[in-house]
């Protein structure tokens, strides 16, 4: 493009000089012949001829002008054309791409086909699939609705074949439980005066309950408190349960701890230990209830069914078997720990703060919310008989050794003893400054049947003599309530807990 345009700016050049010299060509003649007639007038002539010098070198300037005002424009041409080439350049590239689109498109287009093809195809497999699936789904309902009924009918043979076992098992626990029924009666009419003779079986484990003197272990048991206390059967160790969700084993004679049971999700209120000692039971604030094997220190069963805080429990006399249990949802469950699971429950319309099985381990008393003591067969869940025993809520029930004696306590702050067969009253308890501290004060009567002990607020026990009916002597470690007492069944110890968790084994 440079050299084109030098080429037309010299052409331009040379066109103008030739025009110059053909112009110079032009007026020579005439400025010869109009010198020679005129010679006269030159001087006229000078200054035309001067004149039109100038307008011939204007000329020249005007000409000047063009030519560098057509170098400016073929300049600006020359840019214009490189812009033209830019943009043609530019477009060659965007007609590339186009076309380059174009073929994707055309790509997109075959591969789009060829999916909508495979999606047809998979649609019409899915339409297949899902008339198979609803086929396979109506055989397997049928299959299910099929298994059921086998399944109904196996547990239904299965539930036969328990119930016929049940009954077998029922009928052999029967009859050891009236062959030990047959051997505590023969027992009892072997007593005198509620001391059992020293020809007697187990009267190695028995002695003549002593009236406590001083306090020989004072244990820190709980944190929180400690509501519950039980002697297991014919020993010395101490079972207690208290509000930090333990129970603990101790030692009375050394006054160590031998044992400690964890799995409660709330507070112990209550205990019970079976004949045998090998099952502890725990009553819980939890609405459960709580069985340890005393050997392992394993939970055995948690026993669930009642709705609200289980308050009271207690164990069979002379079945390893049976467990009852009251909760403040106006219901007392009996339980069978082999089968880990309620076999009955009898229904109040006062809730029970405490209770006891009979000697017979058939008779259920329980005392109630409303004063009232109550007999109940565990088996018919019938109430046997009912008597007015406090003018206020029972807080104990207790059954003494010879099973034929029940005391009760009350937030009358009286102490009342029962003749378990007629219901009549045989003797009351009362101390001027002897105050229950709770609705589960638990008291206690000794092993002999000779002496009651109860807590009182002020942090004293308070010992009565149960034929005199008067008090033989008062313990007192602390000024913090006490919440239960318990009676060793040798007939030594006599154990006490309150409401800072404490412990007192007294002698």
Known sequence: M????????????????????L?????????????????????????????????????????????E?????????????????????????????????????????????????ALDLVIGENVALKAQLEEMTLK????????????????????????????????????????????????????????????????????????????????????GGCGSILFENNSHRLISGGQDQTVKVWDTNSGTLSLTLHGCLGSVLDLAITHENRSIIAACSSNNLYVWDVATGRIRHTLTGHTNKVCAVDASKVSSRHVVSAAYDRTMKVWDLQKGYCINTLISHSNCNSLCFGMDGQTICSGHVD?????????????????????????????????????????????????????????????????????????????DDGYVASGSTDGSVYIWSRTRGDIVNTLKEDAVPVLSCAWSGLGKSLASADKNGTVCIWR
């Not at 007609?95 to 999916?115: G, I, S, Y």
Request: negative net charge; hydrophobic residues 35%; contains cysteine.
């Open 371 to 447: 004063g009232n003591l109550r007999l109940w067969d565990s088996q018919t869940g019938k109430l046997m008989s009912e008597v007015a025993a406090h003018s206020n809520a029972i807080t104990s029930v207790s059954l003494s050794r010879s099973g034929n004696l029940v005391l009760t306590s009350g937030r009358d702050n009286l102490h009342n003893l029962f003749d378990m067969r007629t219901l009549e009253v045989c003797g009351t308890m009362r101390a001027n400054g002897n105050k229950v501290a709770t609705n589960w004060s638990r008291s206690c009567i000794s092993p």
């Open 2 to 21: 440079d050299e084109r345009g030098n080429i037309a700016i010299k052409h331009a050049l040379k066109a103008l000089r030739k025009r110059h010299l």
């Open 23 to 67: 112009e110079e060509g032009a007026h020579g003649p005439v400025f010869a012949a109009l010198a020679r007639p005129l010679a006269s007038q030159g001087f006229e002539w000078k200054e035309k001829v001067e004149k039109l010098e100038l307008e011939l070198q204007q000329c020249y300037k005007a000409q000047a002008r063009l030519s």
């Open 140 to 223: 397997a309902k049928n299959l299910e609705a099929e298994n059921k009924m086998l399944v109904d009918r196996w547990m239904l043979q299965k539930m036969q074949d328990a119930e016929r076992l049940n009954e077998v098992n029922a009928l052999y626990e029967d009859l050891l439980d009236q062959l030990k029924a047959n051997g505590i009666a023969q027992l009892a009419r072997q007593q005198v005066d509620g001391v059992v003779r020293q020809s007697e079986t187990g009267a190695e484990y028995f002695s003549e309950s002593s009236i406590p003197s001083s306090c020989r272990h004072r244990i820190h048991a709980h944190d």
């Open 69 to 117: 005002q057509l170098v400016v424009e073929v300049a600006e041409s020359r840019t214009t054309k490189a812009l033209v080439q830019e943009q043609e350049q530019k477009v060659a590239d965007l007609q590339t791409e186009l076309n380059q689109a174009r073929d994707e498109c055309t790509q997109l287009r075959e591969t789009l086909e060829e999916k909508l093809n």
